[in-house]
């Protein structure tokens, strides 16, 4: 038996998410079975726990879309038992049962090994978040970005992506603008990195098709208005990665900066990217991320705290990142 958060559906369709005990027979199919020791709460699992978006798509299902853990089983000749491994993305905690449990058993392909000086709570530190972040700047690099074309603006910038994608840039040497809603955060974000803050609403509502150019780059996890604002502020050539919707899915834009500045919109998909790319952006978080300045970003929580955690998570009241003791 093993401890997990279990979400289920009533008769009326509603869910709930309960902290319950499972059996490993219950575990789903898969090559690898892995203990797993930390796993994280992400915007997505929170829309799972709550129910407030159309994340599950099975039911009963453990949410939960990272974990790291040990190898205990393996069909596989990819893994053996006692390999360190951390698992992000691929439909876990969504089609297949995730990793706010103690357990878990999934596709040999799915996981991704630990890097050597990474611990598994830092791994979870880091998780999708981060992992994220890495790809935006990534992608922005591969199209020519270097700290000299100008200012970068990252918006949600108290949340899990947008710290670490400040501390990300700035560890290489870029000035950040960090957009927030959470003006009281300014000193940690400014401790992180960034060279400025600003209030969200200078961006969160209808603006200009295009407006005066200030951005040589944007790293976007808010999507709708937000999105559309920096694209309208961002200068000619720039880059704006867009990886998440916290204000909304919807993107009320025109073509005018890309047809007029020739701004170039990369949308990053963290969920199904090629394990050579994943390999990437690990190894470099692993060398590039300030394990001390991680953990000024994190805070610790059980398993059971979870649940509750996930409308804090939503209601825009967690900083940073949010780590799960699954043992605890």
């Known amino acids: 038996m093993f401890n997990a958060i279990l979400i289920s559906k009533a008769d009326d369709q509603t869910s709930r998410a309960d902290l319950t005990q499972l059996n490993t027979a219950d575990l789903p199919e898969g090559e690898v079975s892995v203990r ?33 853990g040990v190898v205990e089983h393996s069909a596989s000749d990819q893994w053996q038992p006692g390999d360190r491994v951390l698992l992000n993305g691929w439909g876990v905690g969504e089609g297949h049962w995730g990793g706010l449990a103690q357990r878990a058993r999934v596709k040999a392909g799915w996981l991704t090994r630990l890097p050597d000086n990474l611990s598994s709570r830092q791994a979870m530190a880091i998780g999708t978040a981060g992992y994220t972040a890495m790809l935006c700047l990534m992608a922005l690099e591969r199209h020519g970005l270097t700290p000299d074309k100008g200012e970068v603006l990252v918006t949600g910038a108290s949340g899990g992506v947008g710290s670490l994608a400040i501390m990300l840039l700035a560890q290489r040497g870029y000035q950040v603008i960090a957009s927030t809603g959470r003006m009281e955060e300014q000193d940690y974000l400014t401790a ?118 996930a409308d804090d998570l939503l209601a825009g009241r967690v900083r940073g990142r949010l780590v799960v003791d699954v043992n605890r």
């Open 36 to 68: 797993v020791e930390w796993s994280t709460l992400n915007y997505k699992d929170a829309l799972a726990i709550t129910g407030k978006g159309p994340i599950v798509r099975r039911f009963p299902m453990v949410p939960g879309v990272d974990l790291a």
């Open 192 to 309: 992180l990195g960034a060279a400025e803050v600003m209030h969200r609403d200078a961006l969160s509502a209808p603006g200009k098709p295009l407006a005066k150019a200030r951005w040589a780059a944007v790293i976007d996890s808010v999507g709708s208005h937000t999105l559309a604002n920096a694209c309208a502020q961002t200068m000619e050539d720039g880059l704006v990665a867009a990886c998440g919707l916290a204000q909304g899915m919807d993107f009320p834009a025109t073509v005018a900066p890309f047809i007029l500045r020739g701004v170039t919109l990369l949308g990053i998909n963290s969920v199904t990217r090629p394990q050579s790319e994943r390999d990437q952006a690990w190894a470099r978080l692993a060398e590039e991320l300030d394990t001390g300045l991680l953990e000024q970003t994190t805070r610790e929580i059980a398993l059971g705290e979870a649940i509750d955690a």
